[in-house]
């Protein structure tokens, strides 16, 4: 059963290796808006809505969003960090990113799907999820919704 809005975020703890970060789990602020977005190489949606997922990053980074990348692979090849690695290069991805490689933080997020956006809000409660492009389409009106700011015209 996927996860209910208003359920606290679970834990990141699980994936197999961190990139753009010390080593480990990101310590996210409290009090900010944050949005878990699971992806895979192999995924062609993923690659068409990345480009969007990192301009919601940059442009609502300074209203206080926080953005966590995780990468979770759909068969044996994706798991190869060389090709993640060169997918994170080629979209410019700067937020950390997890290879949840045994599924560990997937499993805890309830998310069997790429691409997947979770949207937290301030409160650190599930305020929006949601897959696929069509789901995407949504993500941004909700993280402003989360941000206290008005929609756009």
Known sequence: MPMRLGTPMPS???ATEWW??????PKLEPGKVTLV??????????HETMNDVMAIKEKYEPEGLQVVALHMPRYEEDADAERV?????????????G????????????NE?????????????????AAGDKGFQKVE???REALGLPPEA
């Open 12 to 14: 990141l703890e699980g």
């Open 37 to 46: 977005h699971f992806w895979a190489v192999s995924c062609h949606i993923c």
């Open 141 to 143: 009106p909700k993280i």
């Open 20 to 25: 753009h970060t010390d080593g480990a789990a």
């Open 99 to 110: 290879l949840d490689h045994l599924h560990k933080v997937a499993n805890a997020f309830q």
């Open 85 to 97: 690695k060169k997918d994170v290069e080629t979209y410019h991805i700067t937020q950390p990113v």
């Open 113 to 129: 799907y790429v691409p997947a956006f979770f949207v937290f809000g301030r409160d650190g409660n599930l305020a929006f999820r």
